[in-house]
Every structure is written in C-alpha cells, then in structure tokens.
C-alpha cells in the first residue's frame, strides 16, 4: 500500500481482478438453474455481497450517479476467505460441458435476464452474449475464484 492510503485505488492494491462486462446476471442465472436455495444464495452473494466495509451508498434512493460520487470512498463489497472457499468448491464441480448444457438464450431472455433480449447462441467470434462468451466468462470466473481460495484471499466486488 502507498505511503497515503487515501490516495489509493482499490485497483492499485488488488492482486487481480476481473471484469464481467454487463455478463454476471447471464451468469448468476444460469448457475443458479436446478440449484437449491442455499446454493443460489451462495450465487447471489458472489456479485453481490453483503459484507462491508465503508459507507453504505444506496443507488436506488439516487435519481441518477452523480459524477462526483467517489464509488472508491464509500462501501467496499466483499467476501472472506470461507465464502470465497464455498464459492470455489461449487464453481469446481460444474465442468464446462454442464454449463454448455444449462445456457439456453430463450430461457435467459425470455426471464428478461440482463441485458434485456441479446442472448444469442452463436455469433461472431468476438460477439458477446452467445454461449460461447458466456461460457469463457464462466472459465475466468472459475479460475478467478481458484487462485483466490488458494491464496486465502478476500474478493471485493464493485457492480455498477
């Protein structure tokens, strides 16, 4: 950490990070298929986590983010190392093959699952929203979360 600490970024101090870009509710949705309420409570807390650390902002009572809401000083969002442990054994046991299985693009837009209506199964090599995106989002999700129980680590999470 920096000799001033308020002049530092979560990014600066992170380890890794890793970005789910308008992805993680397609995610949560399909992981969460054929799982008990435990289970998809476990899920839900993986993007959205109820520890904190901070000053609770919420956006919901907000008309609109302000541009000069400093996202970096209010609740920083985490899970610990049991969590992170929890979620890395679940997330271990789906291979990529039964992920493939529990994608379906009609099931996701038709649950208006955000982004609303842009699931697709095939596309372009570089197209978002198909199956094979979604599924190499899975795999760095998968690895993310392994190299972060490894080393024991808490994982922030920042959805905006």
Known sequence: MKANPE?????EIS????VFPQTFEGLKFVLSK???ET??????????PETYIGREVDPD???MLSEDLDLESTAIYY???EVVANMHAFL???SIEQFHQLYDPQELNENDIYPYNVWIEDGAPDRAFTRKHLAKEF?????FMAAAKADNDYVLSLVW
């Open 139 to 143: 795999t760095g999700l998968k690895d």
């Open 39 to 48: 289970t998809k409570s476990l899920l839900e807390q993986l993007f959205y």
């Open 61 to 63: 009572s907000m008309e």
């Open 7 to 11: 002049g530092t970024t979560i990014l």
């Open 79 to 81: 899970n610990d190392g």
């Open 34 to 36: 054929e799982q008990d």
């Open 92 to 94: 271990n046991n789906i």
């Open 15 to 18: 380890k890794e990070n890793i």
